[in-house]
């Protein structure tokens, strides 16, 4: 009887983990670059009550008895479907179609990265995130720049005033992983590395399976409405019904405790 208290409770306890996930997506549907968080179980440690073993005849028997003894939540796996691209028509606005990162310089020097492509020009010139983070390697925009132009290579040129030839700023790289889910995510649309994610692979886009550039364009996030809540609906059935399991055990064992 208590077996089945401690089994429900750690049902309720996962599932109230996937409804963190399930609502941190909500939260984010509308972020640019966010990427879908999911919840994955495994089943614990198994008892075995009673071993499968040959019976008195020379047979096996056709099994043994185990009880399981709950779930647990053993990562949260990450989905990094294309998210839906948004046009704006903001020049520095910038979309990756497909795989890869956008590199930037956190303000303690580490090199992080990102899908969110909303980009900005800070007080020095530099093309830099919402945060104001620069891209890595930088790439300063002149102050008389009347048009500024990201070919789907990544090379970023721009026409000044009363200039006649387009001048060649930079070229920005993208990022890939071995395993872009053993990436940590460190907010603010930002991810770190980790040995799970493997080292990065950095180079132009358009080359070695990285995604090309679109200018003028956002990636939008990739979570799905009804998705998210046709499972909060599963998941909030879930957990009614490992509360019930306690209660049901409960009377059980108060019904066992009054026995005379």
Same mark, same amino acid.
């Given at each position: 009887?208590?077996?089945?208290?401690?089994?429900?409770?750690?049902?309720?306890?996962?599932?109230?983990?996937?409804? !963190?996930?399930? &609502?941190?997506n909500l939260?984010?549907?509308n972020t640019t670059g966010y990427k879908r968080q999911d919840a994955q179980f495994e089943d614990l440690l198994y008892q075995t009550v009673r071993a499968a073993a040959p019976n008195a005849q020379g047979g096996a028997q056709p099994s043994g008895t185990q009880v399981g003894t709950g779930v647990r939540v053993v990562n949260t796996s990450r989905s990094f479907a294309q998210g839906t691209t948004q046009q704006t028509g903001n020049p520095l606005d910038l979309a990756i179609e497909g795989a890869g990162f956008f590199t930037v310089q956190k303000t303690s020097g580490e090199v992080a990265y990102t899908r969110a492509g909303n980009l900005k020009v800070d007080a020095t010139g530099r093309l830099c995130s919402n945060d104001g983070l620069p891209l890595e390697p930088a790439i300063?925009?002149?102050? !008389?720049?009347? &048009?500024?132009?990201?070919?789907?290579?990544?090379?970023?040129?721009?026409?000044?005033?009363?200039?006649?030839?387009?001048?060649?700023?930079?070229?920005?790289?993208?990022?890939?992983?071995?395993?872009?889910?053993?990436?940590d995510a460190a907010g603010h649309n930002l991810f770190t590395p980790t040995a799970a994610s493997g080292e990065p692979t950095v180079g132009n886009p358009g080359t070695d399976s990285r995604g090309a550039i679109l200018q003028g364009a956002t990636e939008g996030s990739n979570v799905e409405m009804v998705t998210e809540m046709v499972d909060l609906i599963r998941t909030q059935r879930a957990y009614e019904i490992n509360s019930k399991v306690i209660s049901a055990a409960a009377d059980m064992l108060r019904n066992a405790t009054q026995v005379r």
């Amino acid at each position: 009887m208590f077996r089945s208290l401690n089994i429900a409770a750690t049902g309720m306890t996962a599932q109230e983990t996937k409804l !963190d996930t399930i &609502s941190n997506n909500l939260a984010n549907v509308n972020t640019t670059g966010y990427k879908r968080q999911d919840a994955q179980f495994e089943d614990l440690l198994y008892q075995t009550v009673r071993a499968a073993a040959p019976n008195a005849q020379g047979g096996a028997q056709p099994s043994g008895t185990q009880v399981g003894t709950g779930v647990r939540v053993v990562n949260t796996s990450r989905s990094f479907a294309q998210g839906t691209t948004q046009q704006t028509g903001n020049p520095l606005d910038l979309a990756i179609e497909g795989a890869g990162f956008f590199t930037v310089q956190k303000t303690s020097g580490e090199v992080a990265y990102t899908r969110a492509g909303n980009l900005k020009v800070d007080a020095t010139g530099r093309l830099c995130s919402n945060d104001g983070l620069p891209l890595e390697p930088a790439i300063n925009i002149p102050t !008389d720049a009347v &048009s500024v132009t990201v070919g789907s290579d990544g090379m970023v040129s721009a026409t000044t005033a009363g200039g006649r030839t387009t001048q060649q700023l930079g070229q920005i790289q993208i990022a890939t992983f071995p395993n872009p889910n053993g990436l940590d995510a460190a907010g603010h649309n930002l991810f770190t590395p980790t040995a799970a994610s493997g080292e990065p692979t950095v180079g132009n886009p358009g080359t070695d399976s990285r995604g090309a550039i679109l200018q003028g364009a956002t990636e939008g996030s990739n979570v799905e409405m009804v998705t998210e809540m046709v499972d909060l609906i599963r998941t909030q059935r879930a957990y009614e019904i490992n509360s019930k399991v306690i209660s049901a055990a409960a009377d059980m064992l108060r019904n066992a405790t009054q026995v005379r």
